[in-house]
């Protein structure tokens, strides 16, 4: 088993910036990829970025240019910074991780992020 804790969300203006962060304990060897998906109210969940133990990231269009994801493996955690956040970010932001050799994927509990206009 993997746990998840994220922090760092909040309440921000329209233009400002946010770091959530992601530490993962429990069965941590094997970790291969680590991201972090958003969900808006009455919306599916949705991939925002994923960075692999390689450090090859991939990110949703929205956020391009805007969110940079990284990882300290030594430390077992990703980050997500967030710049020049627009109303549309608002979401619960949700960090999930995947293992070499599991189909499972873990996920952390969840951080809110809002914008304001």
């Known amino acids: 088993q993997v746990q998840l804790v994220e922090s760092g969300g909040g309440l921000v203006q329209a233009g400002g910036s946010l770091r959530l962060s992601c530490t993962a304990s429990?069965?941590?060897?094997?970790?291969?990829?680590m991201g972090w998906y958003r969900q808006a109210p009455g919306k599916q969940r949705e991939l925002v970025a994923q960075?692999?133990?390689?450090?090859?990231?991939n990110y949703a269009d929205p956020v391009k240019g805007r969110f940079t994801i990284s990882r300290d493996s030594a430390k077992n955690t990703v980050y997500l910074q967030m710049n020049s956040l627009k109303p549309e970010d608002t979401a619960v932001y949700y960090c999930n991780v995947g293992k070499l050799g599991e189909i499972r994927v873990y996920w952390g509990q969840g951080t809110q992020v809002t914008v304001s206009s």
């Open positions: 960075i692999s133990s390689g450090a090859y990231t």
């Open positions: 429990g069965s941590i060897f094997n970790i291969n990829t």
